[in-house]
T-cell receptor, first 112, second 119 residues
Framework: SQQGEEDPQALSIQEGENATMNCSYK?????LQWYRQNSGRGLVHLIL?????REKHSGRLRVTLDTSKKSSSLLITASRAADTASYFC????????????FGTGTRLTVIP | DGGITQSPKYLFRKEGQNVTLSCEQN?????MYWYRQDPGQGLRLIYY???????QKGDIAEGYSVSREKKESFPLTVTSAQKNPTAFYLC??????????????????FGPGTRLLVL
């Protein structure tokens, strides 16, 4: 299965600290995307990084991609209580349809 | 107010019953998707449709059926053949964006989900 694996499964930090989540995948990708899910809600797209990119920023988010290691990381700087959610990485394969293959998620808790 | 909607928010199914989950979008997206999410898990693809009147099986299509008669609508039926239907069901839509170098990508927009419970 192409489904990615996030690490750690759960992360608990104090408000103001940085949070780092990692994602590993198995097959060559076209792009990798990060999504956020608040409890019991739908997913919201955060950021997309293409296979020829190594780093991307969006506000307090920083995503890196290492295609040689088939891994990506999501860094949230200066975390806030409102960042509490589950974060999923999703990959689009290099060949075939543009379907997303989701990882198992990291549950982030930011303590005020 | 553009977006993707799902109804109902909660749905109860009796043994042997078929139930249909609604998904509507007014984003003018061509592609639509149905996912299943189990507690503490990622999303698994049930069915997807790239265009009206066409749909493809995903990873876990058994026990489910879909139709795509209109661009805006992609209903999912959970049939009695699905023996473990209790889950959170998410619908999504997407359209393709193109870069200056000819590359393309899609991001998906999700509905709020329907939680299906078995009585």
């Amino acid at each position: 299965s192409q489904q990615g694996e996030e690490d750690p499964q759960a992360l608990s930090i104090q408000e103001g600290e940085n949070a780092t989540m990692n994602c590993s995948y198995k097959t060559s990708i076209n792009n990798l995307q990060w999504y956020r899910q608040n409890s019991g809600r739908g997913l919201v797209h955060l950021i997309l990084i293409r296979s020829n990119e190594r780093e991307k920023h969006s506000g307090r988010l920083r995503v890196t991609l290492d295609t040689s290691k088939k891994s990506s990381s999501l860094l949230i700087t200066a975390s806030r209580a409102a960042d509490t959610a589950s974060y999923f990485c999703a990959t689009v394969l290099q060949t075939g349809a543009n379907n997303l293959f989701f990882g198992t998620g990291t549950r982030l808790t930011v303590i005020p | 107010d553009g977006g993707i909607t799902q109804s109902p928010k909660y749905l109860f199914r009796k043994e042997g019953q078929n139930v249909t989950l609604s998904c509507e979008q007014n984003l003018n997206h061509d592609a639509m998707y149905w996912y299943r999410q189990d507690p503490g898990q990622g999303l698994r693809l049930i069915y997807y449709s790239q265009i009206v009147n066409d749909f493809q099986k995903g990873d876990i299509a058994e026990g489910y059926s879909v139709s795509r008669e209109k661009k805006e609508s992609f209903p999912l039926t959970v049939t009695s053949a699905q023996k473990n239907p209790t889950a959170f069901y998410l619908c999504a839509s997407s359209m393709t964006a193109f870069g200056v170098a000819g590359e393309s990508w899609e991001t998906q927009y999700f509905g709020p989900g329907t939680r299906l419970l078995v009585l």
